[in-house]
T-cell receptor, first 116, second 116 residues
Framework: KAGVTQTPRYLIKTRGQQVTLSCSPISGHRSVSWYQQTPGQGLQFLFEYFSETQRNKGNFPGRFSGRQFSNSRSEMNVSTLELGDSALYLC???????????????FGQGTRLTVV | AQSVTQLGSHVSVSEGALVLLRCNYSSSVPPYLFWYVQYPNQGLQLLLKYTSAATLVKGINGFEAEFKKSETSFHLTKPSAHMSDAAEYFCAVSDPGYSSASKIIFGSGTRLSIRP
């Protein structure tokens, strides 16, 4: 079956702009999580959506937001971009239950965002 | 709060030598534990996961990890390194609660290099 698909793969934006990233999870998966990966901070959890509701949230400012649609596809939005937002943004999908099997996360290849 | 510490940001071994990547975790409850691998410009791939069914966990590509509660460790090993093992490896933990199991906290990563 198809894996997790993230679009676009690469993006260049200017400071102050906003950006929307998309993630299509594996069919049947109801949980979508977003992570930011930078050389300095490593992999940091942004938020998780499950059945169209935000279930978990990391420690990021309100400029970072997301949503999930009824087909489980998710979008992440960053407003008023800053240079420090340059990063690889990874999306992961899982079944979303509590057993170890349902928790197993499958990652997309990421969107490389560069803010200039 | 849960956390993961990976000892050594960079490990270099010779081809055919033992690979040992260290991971210590902190958790107030018995956690879910994972090892992920990331190749350049790729997302993360699950190597193995600790399910509490067995302390020695076997994963893909010949990797295995041993859960030691007394040492709060989950070190990753492979008996014989191959050139294709060169990548970044991440240890990760999550709290197996209903809403928290999908919030995966990652370590800072260990870059594994293989010498010919």
């Amino acid at each position: 079956k198809a894996g997790v698909t993230q679009t676009p793969r690469y993006l260049i934006k200017t400071r102050g702009q906003q950006v929307t990233l998309s993630c299509s999870p594996i069919s049947g998966h109801r949980s979508v999580s977003w992570y930011q990966q930078t050389p300095g901070q490593g992999l940091q959890f942004l938020f998780e959506y499950f059945s169209e509701t935000q279930r978990n949230k990391g420690n990021f400012p309100g400029r970072f937001s997301g949503r999930q649609f009824s087909n489980s596809r998710s979008e992440m939005n960053v407003s008023t971009l800053e240079l420090g937002d340059s990063a690889l943004y990874l999306c992961a999908s899982s079944l979303g239950g509590t057993s170890i099997t349902n928790t197993e996360a499958f990652f997309g290849q990421g969107t490389r965002l560069t803010v200039v | 709060a849960q956390s993961v510490t990976q000892l050594g940001s960079h490990v270099s071994v010779s081809e055919g030598a033992l690979v040992l990547l260290r991971c210590n975790y902190s958790s107030s409850v018995p956690p879910y534990l994972f090892w992920y691998v990331q190749y350049p410009n790729q997302g993360l791939q699950l190597l193995l996961k600790y399910t509490s069914a067995a302390t020695l966990v076997k994963g893909i590509n010949g990797f295995e990890a041993e859960f030691k509660k007394s040492e709060t460790s989950f070190h990753l090993t492979k008996p014989s390194a191959h050139m294709s093992d060169a990548a970044e490896y991440f240890c990760a933990v999550s709290d197996p609660g209903y809403s928290s199991a999908s919030k995966i906290i990652f370590g800072s990563g260990t870059r594994l290099s293989i010498r010919p």
